[in-house]
């Protein structure tokens, strides 16, 4: 027979490590299955990226993470995660996709990629960034449009239609542009956002006012072919040479996994996911939530520095019910 897990944390981001940590604080068994490697999301942020937040509000497990700026970049990220799995030794799989779980009696048979486990509680803490919003335009399957931005050295001396206006997209228009690409970005509305970090936002506004970065806004994408793009401007349509398309226009949660795990979701726009703020337990018993998952579609409610206590919430009320029985 194999191990009955007290919990089974799927996801293993900054969130669902500190599942694992307070997990250890409290006495029970679990195991953390990721479908990609440590901190996966992360990994696949832009190579140049910094924080938002400082150093101390990205800390977890009370292990302090030291930078050599005052807002981190994606590889002390990295290793900073890195070091805090290893101090607490914490028991992961990396590379093993949750397939399927089936609830039977007390008990949670979790199907993975690669193995099967019995839990008695389940913890999905799997984030947003594996789903991009598509523009579904003509084109938009052709290998030179991208929906994810690593590298700007990529793109130098490419003609680059970025599309959208968050802190990703204005950080994918400055980098390529400083590499030495033709950057154009499409804006839907009339700005750009107002969540753009705060010593970013005048860099792109003034890159715009000057005429080294072209952007249309209240603008959009309508179709993309091997060699031009058509955009829709308020003064018509015009088409653009063009050589790769950087669509930034956000992620959403895999609200199929959470539907399949019998988790309800609201049925307005936001699809928030079902559960008790207090101890993050969602509609079906045994399953809680941890994380940016919990917002559903309003992505930029939860980050790591406001959700390390679901984490606590969770052990909580989990050590409760497996200590009393």
């Not at 030794?89 to 019995?118: P, Q, W």
């Not at 040479?241 to 539907?259: C, H, Q, R, S, W």
């Not at 679901?310 to 409760?320: E, F, L, T």
Request: with cysteine; hydrophobic share 40%.
């Amino acid at each position: 027979m194999p191990e009955v897990f007290d919990v089974i944390i799927i996801g293993a981001g900054p969130i669902g490590l500190t599942c694992g940590i307070e997990a250890q604080k409290k006495g029970l068994t679990y195991l953390i299955v990721e479908k990609g490697c440590l901190v996966n999301s992360l990994y696949h942020y832009p190579v140049t990226m910094t924080f938002f937040s400082t150093s101390e509000k990205l800390e977890i497990g009370g292990v302090p993470f030291v930078s050599n700026n005052i807002k981190p970049v994606k590889a002390e990220a990295l290793e900073y995660y890195r070091r805090v799995a290893l101090k607490f030794n914490l028991n992961i799989r990396l590379f093993e996709e949750v397939l399927s779980t089936v609830k039977n009696g007390d008990y949670f048979h979790v199907y993975t990629s690669k193995a099967d486990y019995i839990a008695l509680n389940i913890i999905i803490s799997t984030g947003f960034y594996d789903i991009p919003f598509t523009l579904n335009i003509p084109g938009e399957d052709l290998p030179k449009v991208r929906h994810y931005y690593t590298d700007p050295h990529f793109y130098a001396m490419q003609k680059v239609v970025v599309v959208g206006a968050s802190n990703s997209a204005v950080d994918a228009a400055l980098e390529t542009y400083r590499k030495g690409a033709e950057v154009t970005m499409v804006v839907r509305g009339p700005d750009i956002g107002e969540r753009v970090k705060y010593w970013v936002r005048p860099d792109i506004i003034n890159r715009i006012k000057e005429g080294s970065i072209k952007a249309f806004f209240n603008s959009g994408l309508r179709s993309v072919s091997e060699d031009e793009v058509e955009i829709q401007t308020p003064e018509g349509l015009l088409v653009l040479k063009n050589d790769y398309v950087i669509a930034l226009t956000g992620y959403m949660p895999n609200f199929d996994f959470l539907e399949k795990m019998g988790v309800l979701l609201s049925d307005d726009e936001k699809r928030l996911p079902v559960h008790d703020p207090e101890t993050m337990e969602t509609n079906v018993p045994g399953i809680y939530l941890a994380g940016v998952v919990c917002g559903g579609m309003e992505t930029h409610v939860w980050f790591i520095e406001n959700s390390r206590d679901h984490a606590v919430r969770i052990m909580q009320d989990i050590a409760s019910k497996v200590l009393k029985n």
